[in-house]
């Protein structure tokens, strides 16, 4: 047969049956037994026909139908109540508006006049981003640069990586030129996320110049300890920043932000706050106070797709003074950067990325949709049943949780067993069952749950109780 082309006609005829079949793969999900569904790629790889339609093609929207119904089989159900795993969100219908169009109008943005819708979006989520932290906004037509300032990357890492960036432009203004000088030092909790240590690396710092921060007994940062350590370090070179988290990705706690800015004012050291996780809190006026200090910071990134309730990915990574992040990369590119008069700001100066997805497009929209009053109460409400569902398993017998939770993440074991709480989320996610995930947290291996789904409740706990005493992660 002819290959069909995907013109106007078929292009409807596609777009009205993904439409119809996504809604009722979410509906589907939302009721099923089976919280996710895993087979072998090579099994995936032969239902999807691989090898036929990278070398073939041919494809015609009846056939793409059918295509679809197996590429939503093996998927993670995250509108499933019994999804309990990593921290990514139940996409919420208007980011997936966004999502279309941009497939559709394909405007990246990072150059002003390439996509001055999306770029206009962009700046005034920062800015409406930068406003709940507690940071100035920046003027659409410019101003001395002290205002607070950000921009949107594809993913909290590359969000962390920027922010980094920047701190080691204003520890070493040099190292661009130069490269990083073998002085530099970073410091952060072991319980920071990889990506902190990996950035590290990636800009030439070395591992081996990352010191690890004192901790208490739950591995948050014993503020108390951190002026000394800081002024040891300063005895063997520059310290280029201190990293804190809020929250830690493994336990979901917070580091006390305010001693710890206070600290690092004090001692004249840029203040990184990773808040990929936490800071959607801010909107919430029972939980924004986890967050209190956060404004003291020099920089701090905030996952869209964790709990703003979009799809990945969506981070902006914001900086407290929009001078300080300008000087973090210094390219010329006299084919794309040379100044212009077109009316907008060129996003480009500020990011590792040259084409850029409109990020921010997924914000606004569900903000749209829901107000800013609908998703702060998402993000309460989750924090809230995080604390029910703390109750429910910390009175059980054989269950233990090693802390009352800060935030939608929650610690937890059944038995004393490292080991065997591997086993237990496994068998739950062979089966179908429970998508928990799991983490170290000093010293001992949690079960640990991301209450990310709107429709976990009280009703899914009992169930996984259960289901771990009754043993059906069992063979
Ligand atoms: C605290 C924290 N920082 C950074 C990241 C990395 O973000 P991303 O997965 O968007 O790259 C995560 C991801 O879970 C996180 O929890």
Redesign the pocket.
């Given at each position: 047969m002819a290959p069909i082309h995907l013109e106007d006609v078929a292009f409807e005829q596609a777009l009205n049956s993904t439409a119809k079949q996504l809604l009722a793969y979410k509906k589907r999900s939302e009721n099923d037994q089976e919280a996710a569904a895993i087979q072998p790629m090579a099994e995936i790889a032969a239902d999807l026909e691989l090898d036929h339609w990278l070398s073939e093609g041919g494809m015609t929207p009846d056939r793409y139908a059918e295509w679809l119904d197996h590429y939503l089989k093996p998927t993670t159900r995250f509108h499933n109540p019994r999804y309990l795993s990593?921290?990514v969100a139940v996409p919420d219908a208007p980011t997936a508006l966004a999502e279309l169009i941009h497939g559709v109008i394909n405007n990246p943005l990072a150059i002003f006049e390439m996509g001055p819708s999306a770029a206009t979006v962009e700046f005034a989520v920062i800015n409406w981003m930068l406003r709940h932290v507690g940071w100035q906004p920046e003027p659409y037509e410019g101003a001395d640069g002290m205002h607070g300032g950000g921009v949107f990357t594809h993913?909290?890492?590359?969000a962390?990586l920027t922010a980094l960036l920047a701190a080691r432009a204003a520890a070493a203004p040099e190292a661009w030129e130069q490269g990083t000088p073998d002085d530099l030092f970073v410091m952060a909790a072991p319980a920071a996320?990889y990506?902190v240590a990996r950035a590290i690396s990636i800009l030439g710092i070395g591992h081996r110049r990352l010191i690890p921060l004192p901790v208490d007994d739950r591995d948050v940062i014993d503020a108390s300890k951190l002026g000394s350590t800081i002024r040891q370090a300063k005895q063997r070179g520059r310290v280029m920043c201190v990293v804190a988290?809020a929250?830690?990705?493994g336990s979901g706690l917070h580091d006390p932000l305010r001693a710890i800015g206070e600290i690092c004012r004090e001692s004249n050291v840029w203040l990184h706050v990773?808040a990929?996780?936490g800071a959607s809190a801010l909107l919430s006026p029972k939980y924004r106070g986890l967050l209190d200090g956060l404004e003291l910071a020099d920089s701090t990134?905030w996952?869209a797709?964790k709990m703003l309730r979009t799809s990945?990915?969506s981070?902006a990574v914001l900086f407290r003074c929009a001078r300080k992040m300008m000087s973090a990369m210094q390219q010329e590119a006299n084919y794309i950067m040379y100044g212009n008069s077109m009316g907008g700001v060129d996003l480009i100066h500020r990011t590792v990325e040259c084409t850029k997805a409109p990020m921010a497009t997924k914000v606004l929209l569900n903000l749209a949709f829901r107000g800013e009053s609908g998703v702060a109460s998402y993000v309460q409400d989750r924090y809230d049943f995080a604390r029910e569902a703390y109750q429910l398993l910390h009175s059980r017998a054989g269950f233990e949780c090693p802390f009352p939770p800060e935030s939608n993440i929650l610690c937890f074991r059944f038995g004393t067993d490292d080991a065997q709480q591997i086993s237990i989320r496994e068998g739950l996610l062979k089966k179908g069952l429970f998508h928990l995930s799991s983490a170290v947290v000093a010293g001992k291996r949690y079960l640990r749950m991301s209450i990310m789904n709107p429709h976990t409740h009280a009703d899914t706990i009992q169930q996984l109780i259960l289901a771990i005493e009754e043993g059906h992660w069992r063979d």
């Open positions: 990593h921290q993913g909290g890492s590359l962390n996320h990506s988290s929250c830690a990705t990773d990929a996780h990134i996952d797709h990945g990915l981070t």
